[in-house]
């Protein structure tokens, strides 16, 4: 599976990661580590930390506790790791939920480029429009038609007001001209249940959690985010290839620390999640939940986090997307 604009970035590799991993690394952890998921347990970041975390414990010969503190949009866990000692027991399985919340909200509590420190890229995935099987909606041209000839009559549920998702169907209505009004919901999941039960036509989710709905029929899908087709759902294009170019968004997952973290031990943590993500067993259980594995350093993570926080920011202002 090729993700181009987040392999461009994870193609920029470090050569110290690769080398000698000095002393002071050795000898971490000496003791165990916390990961703290800014979000409830379930998705995408919490299924990551726990199968990493599970590897990295028999590796490090370590207790491995995913600690997971929801709240505010992941900015209650995510000050937690910023205010934590800088030693590398504390680490932040964070989401592209981060770079979205100063275009929502404005100013954080923190500053995503400079009070944490970006480890590693660890995985992905894509977002997905789909419609309730009554509308009959099964690809972008379907809809844009559709809304022409019912322009007032389409709503559609997003995971909540600010989200990627919601993003997304806001630059899709921009670049196909569809209009669809915004039924935010307090995550995916009930987005998801109100759509396959018809109470509104269309919903934009995180594209896993369609997959076993196109399945039975219930749902049908339009189109996905990234500019090459979805593991899970081979069957439907992306948006690029409907036309809509560029359209290349996903969520993606990243592993990160209190900022002024010491490179040795980044590189210790670099290299043996790596190790963690290239075994077969991980990347079976991590597909089956819909996260595609993407390896990228701390450099490639610190460009992808700079780039979304002005792509947000641009659409939040060209949509006029504001926080509720």
Not at 267 to 292: F, M, T
Request: aromatic share 6%; hydrophobic share 45%.
């Amino acid at each position: 599976m090729k993700f181009p604009r987040l392999l461009a970035l994870a193609a920029v590799m470090s050569l110290s990661c690769l080398g000698a991993t000095p002393a002071l690394a050795q000898d971490y952890p000496s003791r165990a580590v916390r990961v703290i998921v800014p979000y409830g347990t379930g998705g995408g970041s919490d299924i990551l930390a726990r199968q990493i975390g599970a590897r990295l414990q028999a590796i490090w010969g370590q207790g491995v506790a995913v600690d997971n503190r929801a709240g505010a949009s992941g900015n209650i866990g995510t000050e937690a790791v910023v205010h934590a000692p800088p030693d590398g027991y504390t680490l932040l399985l964070q989401n592209s939920t981060m770079v979205v919340n100063p275009a929502v909200n404005g100013k954080l509590n923190y500053d995503p480029e400079k009070d944490l420190t970006p480890i590693m890229l660890l995985g992905l995935t894509p977002i997905a429009l789909v419609s309730h099987q009554s509308t009959n909606i099964k690809n972008l041209k379907e809809l844009v038609a559709y809304s022409k000839a019912n322009p007032t009559a389409l709503n559609y549920g997003s995971c909540g007001v600010g989200t990627p998702q919601h993003f997304v169907m806001e630059l899709v209505k921009q670049k196909s001209g569809v209009a669809a009004t915004n039924v935010g919901y307090k995550g995916c999941a009930p987005a998801l249940t109100d759509v396959v039960g018809g109470q509104v036509q269309l919903a934009i989710l995180s594209a896993n959690l369609a997959a076993p709905h196109l399945k039975t029929g219930k749902l049908n899908a339009i189109g996905v985010s990234t500019a090459a087709r979805y593991q899970l759902m081979p069957q439907v294009p992306t948006f690029e290839e409907q036309g809509l170019k560029p359209l290349d968004f996903s969520i993606w997952y990243a592993l990160m620390g209190p900022a002024k973290m010491k490179p040795e031990v980044v590189a210790k943590i670099y290299a043996d999640v790596q190790k963690v993500l290239a075994e077969p067993a991980v990347k079976e259980n991590l597909s089956g939940a819909g996260v595609e594995p993407l390896s990228g350093n701390g450099v490639a993570l610190s460009k992808l986090i700079k780039a979304d926080l002005a792509r947000y920011a641009q659409l939040a202002k060209s949509a006029n997307i504001k926080g509720e």
